[in-house]
């Protein structure tokens, strides 16, 4: 897991900026940008500034894209039109998306009319979807080519284009027809035509598509790029098989955070680059929502409290029984947020999920039950207890109302995302802390009645 | 997000089982397998036996293992062996380790030598690594070949392999000595030999490397395959981009699994093929022992039973304390968890994420501590207190503690994954029920000694 490096040829005699330029010329970009991100700004341009022109914009693409904005916003107006040229179209609209207002004005002026009709293009997606992250550098074949004239045609806009592995079969319309792989090109008679070889069935994502829904595609039918038509079926870019990696690694630390109940999305910059400031926003409103949330727990504590300073011994074991609700639910709901996002189920498989949730659940409220009893009449056996209620009662509450509860916490787990699923909302919406804080309620509901009603209170 | 579908030559006067045939035939063999699955496996069998075979071994790829080793179960030893010796290396390999004892005893000896001895090459490695996902279905050049020799010699191999998109080229001793892209082959000069245009700086992993490493440098340089070599330097297999993204995947899952406290892994049959007793089985370990740990808190609540009894209201507030803990603490688990697995940042950085951290924590236990004081003061404004006792000391008692429990449920939040990491171990393992059945331990304490000083009691 590590890279043949060219021979070192920075050996002594040569200064550390040097040493980084030829690493900058002899090992792959995303080694040497990784190098640049070390340095303040003016260095990492001292550096690049030396290097080929395109390996340069090569490094350049690699860098994050925090880093990019902060490294474009120093260049004069011409070199950062230059630069934007050079780029991949989709690397180049990113790009273009989260320059400041002034830049954007400043720089479209002093790009190409087809440069600038390719950005706004690519922009004009919203972000999350298929457009807004495919790029327009795909090969495209007449369908009445010959295979040799089609290799031909390949070798001499290879450079240009971000695969030649498949090629895109379309009409004067820019229809998508078909599609071609190179292997297919190079298994063939040299005198069949494109229409003869190419595959008709072939898979693709429209541009106002979820960017996961299309990665998926990529990953389900194992390909190296999923074309993506425009709402006339004319093709207007692809995705790669890299992109979609990066799509799926984005989208899985979306849910996670979004699980465990932090706001935003989780930036480019990286942990230790973020700030402070920012760390706090995307958690603060959610602790603050579920304070306010357990006010309701609070409340109802507030309306029991007569119950419970008439037999302590309930107070004492509130935190257990909303703890493992709590546990339960978070369990269900996550392995149900992670079978819906692999989509192994959908929202109409709601009563089967339901179902053999409520089978899982009775089993584990049994074994709970039982170890609550059995924590209760050990720990508490030198309480001292109001007459007419004996240790074995107070148990038996407390282990009848755990177990309604693990019952109740863990349908409501699996019920809420299913339910977030149906509104077409994302099923990680409902973040396990959230989930938890409801649970409390209705923890805390069952045990009190339980309560009052065994005990006769 | 669609497929093409060839005409519906499936229109009337077809029964259902030559329906399901000629999509066999026509679609991807994704699409097929997805409907086969449906089907019990006499039934799939049925359909499958009149389907061509090489497409039939595809569609039997792309089921899922379970359902593999299932189906393979039924056949005859010489139809299995068939079926296997056309499959891919690496699903072959696979299934082959899923396969029970005495079918792989069964089977082995009718195959061929060379079958057999790649089966046993590739099912030597551990589950997990670099070597257990590789396939052997890889191309390999000499360095001396001409570029027209080296087309040639790929359109003859290109059938056999996996891909063709990169060539490894190889010594006598199958050493690594570079590589070249069908790209490249296109461009070069037809004369050039591969020596001259061959890539010599190959990224690589080994065969005994962890596969989400693997899968990381296939993102990291995004490629269409990595080569896996030996102890020897000897190239031993590829991982392709696709099984990059399965194996990103699967590893999410487990990450989010682990997170949320569910053991074992989640196996390949979805959620709904999943018995009931393996769900349970999943859960039930990790919530005793989350119960055995919660006896710690009994313990505590235990021994300052007399202050909760003089000062009842101090156990109407543990609940919030507790649950307040438990949701900053994960929301730094959560970040520090994700960032550790994107490889943002590593163990040696754990002083300054604890320091942004404590940060963090600082201004959230200010908002929620405030937050704490004002709850307290409106819902417990007419409960009775205990002589020489006012609300107001309790409400600051009681947010002071939650102040001192946000900061340090934060930094043990964010402390526990690092350590973890820095053991080698995944920083998934701290699960966050664990942490917050952790951190009430610590709320529990920081609450109960803070009551006891400030009130005096």
Redesign the interface.
């Known amino acids: 897991?590590?890279?043949?490096?060219?021979n070192p040829q920075t050996a002594n005699n040569v200064n550390p900026a040097e040493a980084l330029r030829t690493l900058c010329e002899?090992?792959?970009p995303?080694v040497a940008a990784e190098a640049l991100s070390a340095l303040d700004v003016a260095a990492a341009w001292d550096i690049l500034r030396d290097v080929t022109p395109s390996i340069r914009t090569e490094i350049f693409s690699h860098l994050t894209p925090s880093l990019q904005v902060e490294m474009v916003g120093t260049l004069p107006r011409a070199d950062m039109a230059r630069l934007l040229s050079d780029m991949p179209p989709d690397d180049r609209a990113d790009l273009f998306r989260r320059l400041p207002e002034e830049s954007r004005d400043a720089v479209l002026p002093a790009l190409a009319e087809a440069e600038r009709e390719d950005i706004r293009r690519l922009t004009d997606y919203e972000d999350g979807t298929s457009g807004a992250v495919m790029t327009s550098e795909y090969a495209t074949l007449p369908p009445d080519l010959t295979v040799t004239d089609a290799?031909e045609r390949?070798?001499e806009i290879?450079?240009d284009k971000e695969t030649?592995?498949y090629s895109y079969v379309v009409d004067d319309e820019r229809k998508l027809l078909g599609f071609v792989s190179?292997?297919d090109l190079?298994?063939a008679r040299r005198d069949a035509t494109i229409r003869d070889i190419m595959h008709?069935?072939?898979?693709?994502?429209?541009a106002s598509?979820d960017q996961e829904?299309?990665a998926r595609?990529?990953?389900?039918?194992?390909?190296?790029a999923l074309p993506i038509v425009n709402e006339d079926g004319a093709l207007v870019g692809i995705i790669t098989?890299?992109d979609?990696?990066?799509i799926?690694?984005q989208e899985?630390?979306e849910?996670?955070?979004r699980?465990?109940?932090?706001a935003g999305s989780?930036g480019t910059e990286?942990?230790?680059r973020t700030p402070?400031w920012k760390?706090?926003q995307q958690?603060?409103g959610?602790?603050?929502g579920?304070?306010a949330l357990?006010?309701v727990?609070?409340?109802i504590?507030?309306e029991f409290?007569a119950t419970?300073?008439q037999v302590?011994i309930l107070?004492?074991y509130?935190?257990?029984v909303?703890?493992?609700g709590?546990?339960?639910g978070?369990?269900s709901a996550?392995?149900?947020v992670?079978?819906l996002a692999?989509r192994?189920?959908a929202p109409r498989?709601a009563w089967?999920?339901l179902l053999?949730e409520f089978?899982?659940s009775v089993?584990?409220a049994a074994?709970?039950g039982c170890?609550?009893w059995a924590?209760v009449v050990w720990?508490?056996q030198d309480?001292a207890l109001p007459p007419g209620i004996t240790l074995s009662n107070v148990a038996l509450v407390i282990a009848a109302a755990l177990t309604g509860q693990v019952v109740t916490a863990t349908l409501i787990g699996a019920l809420l995302p299913l339910a977030a699923a149906r509104l077409k909302l994302d099923p990680a919406v409902v973040a396990?802390?959230a989930l938890?804080?409801i649970v409390?309620i209705t923890g805390l509901l069952i045990y009190f009645f339980t309560a009052r009603w065994l005990l006769g209170l």
Chains 1, 2 share one sequence.
């Open positions: 897991m590590t890279t043949k490096q060219p002899k090992s792959h995303a290799i390949l070798r290879a450079p030649i592995y190179l292997k190079i298994l008709e069935d072939v898979i693709f994502a429209r598509d829904d299309a595609l990529i990953q389900k039918y194992d390909l190296i098989h890299d979609a990696i990066d799926i690694t899985h630390t849910d996670m955070r699980f465990m109940a932090i989780a990286g942990y230790l402070f760390h706090v958690r603060v959610w602790l603050v579920l304070a357990g006010l727990s609070g409340l504590i507030h409290e419970l300073t302590i107070a004492l509130m935190p257990m909303a703890d493992t709590g546990n339960t978070s369990q996550t392995v149900v992670r079978a692999l192994e189920i498989d089967r999920v053999k089978q899982v089993f584990l074994v709970l170890l609550a924590k720990l508490s309480t396990s802390p938890t804080t409390d």
